[in-house]
């Protein structure tokens, strides 16, 4: 009885064959680009059910827990080692899927490892029975992300808490200035060209430069009922979809960096001119949006996208058209011309830089992303050239700039 040898305690790591099984699984799970797949799904909820000693991807062997009881006095010493080296075991799978799901979406990563939803092995287009808001959710969701797993996993996580707010927000606060301007002037057509337009404190002006909160406040004052019409209706249809997928701090931080960078760009190169709307916000998310698209064409299943595109493009050349029209339009005030359309190209530089990195990370952290401090970098540095030049050119440069309102 004293000779009879006892159990091998069960190793900390696992067998070479094991070990192989569950990479090669796992790199097939983790390298899906269009949803989980159904075989790994299954393993996944079968997983939860099994003993927790177990990993999911490796075939089931016996625990000593499970094996024939024996009288021997130090069996259970033996299962101690055994337990420990099993907690061994799971601390190394997991390390091992942290660090390949890295390379996807936290979504994809949330959904391997906590198991918290069942991803469909259809896609999302074909389930059926939905009600209004249901395929409202599922519209958004196909005119915005381009990979299928994100899709999924937004239709199944979005709760409309909070609302679209910001982007509605604005334009409640765009159209009560706008009217408020229009009673005032007794003109809601071609406002600037009424002799007090530039007496408002709102937009911005070269001989007020230094006022810092006009190169914000500007998207305030619009040129007329046209001009207000476009952006407002730009804004809408295109910033209230992204912010309902990717956020209001996500989709401000890019409206609002369009709008400063548009100001900037107007007090370098055009530095007489004025500056009125939203363009620059409006531009900067429609180019991020239509930038996106075409970078991951083949992932987007939005229905007439190639029609969409054209309308937007359409919209926006008219827009931009009647801001260089009116620049070179005679003024009415000739000491000062009309606003410039130079934000429209602030915007869209913002846009295709920041922006794209900002709405092709669905769910991610923007902070790990070394093209984000590349382009915010590059942000930062034309935001402090722009400071100096406003500080220091206009004196140089010896330029005959209109006088203040």
Not at 62 to 87: A, E, F, N, V, Y
Not at 287 to 299: F, Q
Request: with cysteine; hydrophobic share 45%.
């Amino acid at each position: 009885m004293g000779d009879r040898l006892l159990p091998e305690p069960t190793r900390a790591n696992p067998s070479p064959a094991v070990a192989a099984c569950s990479e090669a699984e796992a790199i097939e799970v983790l390298e899906s680009e269009d949803g989980l797949p159904m075989a790994a799904e299954d393993n996944h909820r079968a997983g939860r059910n099994q003993n927790p000693s177990t990993p999911t991807c490796c075939p089931k062997t016996k625990l000593p827990s499970q094996q024939p009881h024996t009288d021997h006095p130090l069996l259970s010493r033996t299962q101690c080692d055994s337990s420990r080296g099993q907690k061994h075991v799971r601390k190394h799978w997991k390390a091992l899927f942290d660090q390949m799901s890295n390379k996807r979406s936290n979504s994809f990563r949330q959904a391997i490892l906590q198991g918290n939803r069942r991803l469909c092995s259809k896609a999302l287009l074909e389930e059926t029975g939905l009600n209004l808001s249901q395929r409202l959710i599922r519209h958004v969701a196909y005119e915005t992300l381009p990979r299928e797993i994100d899709r999924k996993w937004y239709y199944d996580s979005y709760t409309c808490c909070p609302p679209p707010w910001f982007m509605i927000v604005i334009t409640i606060v765009e159209v009560a200035f706008f009217l408020y301007n229009g009673v005032v002037l007794d003109r809601f057509v071609l406002q600037v060209t009424h002799p007090l337009y530039l007496k408002n404190s709102l937009l911005y002006h070269p001989q007020l430069r230094a006022q810092a909160w006009r190169y914000l406040t500007y998207i305030f004052m619009h040129a007329g009922i046209e001009h207000l019409g476009l952006n407002v209706v730009l804004q809408l249809l295109v910033g209230v979809p992204l912010e309902m997928v990717h956020g209001a701090a996500r989709i401000g931080f890019v409206y609002v960096a369009g709008v400063i960078a548009g100001s900037l760009a107007v007090s370098i190169a055009d530095m007489t001119a004025p500056v009125v709307g939203s363009s620059g916000g409006v531009y900067a998310l429609i180019s991020a949006h239509l930038a996106n698209i075409v970078m991951n064409w083949s992932g987007m299943k939005c229905q007439f996208k190639l029609l969409r595109m054209a309308v937007a493009l359409i919209c926006m050349s008219f827009e931009f058209g009647r801001a260089v029209w009116l620049r070179f339009y005679p003024s009415a005030y000739p000491p000062c011309p009309h606003p410039s359309f130079i934000a429209h190209l602030g915007g869209v530089a913002v846009g295709i830089t920041l922006g794209v990195v900002i709405l092709r990370n669905y769910e991610q952290r923007l902070q790990d992303q070394s093209l984000w401090w590349i382009f915010v970098s590059m942000y930062m540095v034309f935001v402090l050239f722009a400071v100096f030049w406003n500080i220091f050119a206009y004196s140089l440069l010896d330029l005959k700039l209109p006088p203040p309102p």
